[in-house]
Nanobody
Framework: QLQASGGGLVQAGGSLRLSCVAS??????MGWFRQAPGKVREFVAA????????RYADPVKGRFTISRDNAKNKVYLQMNNLKPDDTAVYYC????????????WGQGTLVTVSS
């Protein structure tokens, strides 16, 4: 089971750090996805089990950084220079080698960026 947290309300240009904790040790890639109101869920970032493979969606490249701490069963998403278009519910998920999600989504966390 995955639990995301760290969302909130922030002004454009601000930063937030999201966390996701897994209920058990997970030797798998993990990723962040988001769903804005009225839109489909989309890929944001993914990281390999060893942290050596990083992928980002084009809209967040250079602004977001994904990382993980396997000792704590956690994955993080540092979000800088936030924009109103980043407003969404953010979810973490296990991902395969193509960064496609599988398994349960778990509870997301809402990020709201005001202009």
């Amino acid at each position: 089971q995955l639990q995301a947290s760290g969302g909130g309300l922030v002004q454009a240009g601000g930063s937030l750090r999201l966390s996701c904790v897994a209920s058990r040790r997970t030797a798998a890639g993990m990723g962040w996805f988001r769903q804005a109101p009225g839109k489909v869920r989309e890929f944001v970032a993914a990281i390999g089990w060893r942290g050596d493979i990083l992928r980002y969606a084009d809209p967040v490249k250079g602004r977001f950084t994904i990382s993980r701490d396997n000792a704590k069963n956690k994955v993080y998403l540092q979000m800088n220079n936030l924009k109103p278009d980043d407003t969404a519910v953010y979810y973490c998920a296990l991902v395969n080698s193509d960064s496609r999600p599988y398994g349960d989504w778990g509870q997301g966390t809402l990020v709201t960026v005001s202009s």
